[in-house]
Nanobody, 117 residues
Framework: EVHLVESGGGLVQAGGSVRLSCAAS????????IGWFRQAPGKEREGVSC????????FTVDSVKGRFTISTDSAKRTASLQLNDLKPEDTAVYYC??????????WGRGTQVSLSS
């Protein structure tokens, strides 16, 4: 059974940083691409950043480029998202997911990142 468990979110001051983690199990980690997504209140879920575990290539959307960094640890079967210089518009539930040949696994609970004034 595939499990993707996000953690690390919380309340953070604008301009601050948090590191989110995704613990993965139940699939061939190194064969998948891992992505981080977020969903703000009243908005659709959007992709934020992804990494291809086969070749290490990454993609990050323009809105967070230079502030967010994705990484994986194959041995620990984890994916992380480092969020720096956080802004109010970054407030969202953050999810990780994995896909192989274009098919995503089921969505988990996500982890909430909230920005304080």
């Amino acid at each position: 059974e595939v499990h993707l468990v996000e953690s690390g979110g919380g309340l953070v001051q604008a301009g601050g940083s948090v590191r989110l983690s995704c613990a993965a199990s139940g699939f061939s980690f190194d064969d998948y691409s891992i992505g981080w997504f977020r969903q703000a209140p009243g908005k659709e879920r959007e992709g934020v950043s992804c990494i291809n575990n086969k070749d290490g290539s990454t993609f990050t959307v323009d809105s967070v480029k230079g502030r967010f960094t994705i990484s994986t640890d194959s041995a620990k079967r984890t994916a992380s998202l480092q969020l720096n210089d956080l802004k109010p518009e970054d407030t969202a539930v953050y999810y990780c997911n994995a896909h192989y040949q274009g098919v995503f696994e089921s969505w988990g609970r996500g982890t909430q990142v909230s920005l304080s004034s």
